[in-house]
């Protein structure tokens, strides 16, 4: 009884398989196996998210300590940089950094030496 059943499965299983074939072999819908060929411009892009990381890289950082004391001005500006990308060693230049916000604190900080050294 239960190899009966089984067999009986077997034949509608393989049956509706081969029906199913059958009927996508025989649907000739060339329309879809074909497409018109036109002469033009073919853009391939590639669009993608994410964030590249160099093979080798070292990040570069002013100073932010100058003797026991935090120095650090409003935000620096970069006036000049080598293009990304590009091989450098050590001692070649890299960037070059808004000097004004510098310049004006050290004018500041000189101002109050003077008066203090006066006022001593």
């Known amino acids: 009884m239960k190899k009966t059943l089984i067999v009986t499965g077997a034949i509608v299983g393989v049956s509706l398989l081969a029906l199913g074939l059958f009927i996508s072999l025989t649907n000739n819908d060339t329309e879809n196996n074909f497409a018109r060929v036109e002469s033009g411009y073919f853009e391939i892009s590639v669009e993608s998210t994410g964030e590249l990381v160099a093979e080798n890289s070292v990040d570069i950082k002013g ?3 100058v003797g026991n004391r935090r120095f650090r001005p409003s935000p620096v500006r970069i006036i000049d940089m080598v293009p990304e990308g590009t091989v450098v060693k050590k001692g070649d230049f890299v960037a070059e950094l808004d000097r ?21």
């Open 100 to 120: 004004s916000s510098f310049v004006n604190s050290l004018k500041d900080e000189q101002d109050e030496l003077r008066i203090a050294q006066t006022n001593y």
């Open 63 to 65: 100073p932010n300590l």
